[in-house]
């Protein structure tokens, strides 16, 4: 679990923050790539995902255990171009300084307890956004999700082909293949006595590997589908049967 400096200033035990869903307002202000950076406003979007580890936290209160939260901002490339901790919870708006404006950049989030003796923190929430473009002199709107760490993680890159209703096997590496799944949708009212959706299926296989978050497209089946059933076999071969090309909803 990562750690995070507490930095030495008094922190209210109350704040305003959202529990799970945040929506950040990021405002160039400089005048081109060496601005005096942005600002950040924490707005509260309202309702609430999940009840897991206790109670719901009521509205304007912090989700439970966070006594502070650290922002950051990466380019395109992963570098760091500035991070900030902020103890008081009760601020509306916050500012970073020193962000340039740029496109492709990450907003993270991290939450977290401070231990007052040792000074080391447990990041406790976390979010992430990504292909955030901060223009100057502009203002960009940018909504992440915020939940426990670990519970969900958001990868480095999206999938080679976007599917739904796929299988998903894991390889005795720790390797997942991806086989078919719906890719396009469509409604026709001529195929069913009803107005319809139409799901078409894709034939690609891809990889994904855990330990980078990468897909990497591998082939494809000799007839696309979906709604099948997939198998590992012992000899780290997968069986796939079943499933069917188009399907209506």
Not at 93 to 115: C, H, I, K, M, W
Not at 129 to 143: D, F, M, P, Q
Request: proline letters at 7%; a neutral charge.
């Amino acid at each position: 679990m990562p750690s995070v400096r507490r930095a030495s200033r008094t922190r209210p035990s109350r704040a305003i923050l959202p529990p799970l869903m945040s929506g950040l307002l990021l405002v160039a202000t400089g005048c081109g790539p060496a601005g005096p950076g942005i600002a950040v406003q924490l707005q509260v979007i309202g309702q609430e995902l999940s009840s897991r580890g206790g109670p719901l936290p009521s509205a304007g209160q912090p989700p439970p255990g966070m006594d502070a939260f650290r922002l950051c901002v990466q380019d395109a490339a992963g570098r760091g171009l500035v991070c900030e901790d902020f103890h008081d919870l009760t601020m509306t708006t916050v500012r970073l300084e020193g962000v340039p404006a740029g496109a492709n950049l990450t907003v993270t989030f991290q939450g977290y307890t401070s231990d007052e003796q040792t000074q080391q923190a447990d990041v406790l929430w976390c979010g992430r956004a990504t292909g955030i473009e901060v223009k100057k002199n502009a203002t960009t709107t940018v909504r992440m999700l915020l939940g426990r760490c670990g519970d969900f993680n958001q990868l480095s890159q999206p999938m080679s082909t976007g599917r739904a209703f796929h299988s998903a096997t894991t390889l005795p590496d720790g390797k997942v293949l991806l086989v078919g799944g719906y890719q396009t949708l469509s409604v026709d009212n001529g195929r069913c006595s009803h107005p319809c959706t139409i799901l078409q299926a894709t034939d690609s296989i891809e990889l994904f590997d855990p330990a980078d978050g990468s897909f990497q497209p591998v082939g494809h089946l000799a007839h696309p589908r979906g709604l099948h059933q997939a198998l590992a076999l012992s000899d780290g071969r997968v069986l796939v049967v079943g499933g069917c090309q188009v399907a209506t909803l």
